[in-house]
């Protein structure tokens, strides 16, 4: 079982960047393809990035890609979310994720398919 905590959220004006943190515990970490979602009020959680167990592989939701870059290091047991040009309806509570099956990747993701959750971290993009 990996623990997760997001960090790096805020408000910004449109345009801007913020770069997501999550810290992972467990000894898992290292084998496991990792996910960030968001949820905006009202809507359902829906896939944004994952990365493989190795960092090899990156996918994006077509609404974020070319914007936003997913990253982890297994040294120190960290994903990233790094987020450039954000818009309005980026806002959001963001979430990382860890993947159920260890060593699992594909080229779709539902939050169906991740077992550990992080509390979320707010992104609010405003003018």
């Known amino acids: 079982q990996v623990q997760l905590v997001e960090s790096g959220g805020g408000l910004v004006q449109p345009g801007a960047s913020l770069r997501l943190s999550c810290a992972a515990s467990?000894?898992?970490?290292?084998?496991?393809?990792m996910g960030w979602f968001r949820q905006a009020p009202g809507k359902e959680r829906e896939f944004v990035a994952a990365i493989s167990q190795r960092g090899g592989n990156t996918v994006y939701a077509d609404s974020v890609k070319g914007r936003f870059t997913v990253s982890r290091d297994n040294a120190n047991a960290a994903v990233y979310l790094q987020m450039n040009s954000l818009k309005p309806e980026d806002t959001a509570v963001y979430y990382c994720a860890a993947h159920i099956r260890k060593g699992y990747w594909s080229t779709t993701f539902s939050p169906g398919h991740f077992g550990s959750w992080g509390q979320g971290t707010q992104v609010t993009v405003s003018s």
């Open positions: 467990g000894r898992t970490f290292s084998t496991t393809t």
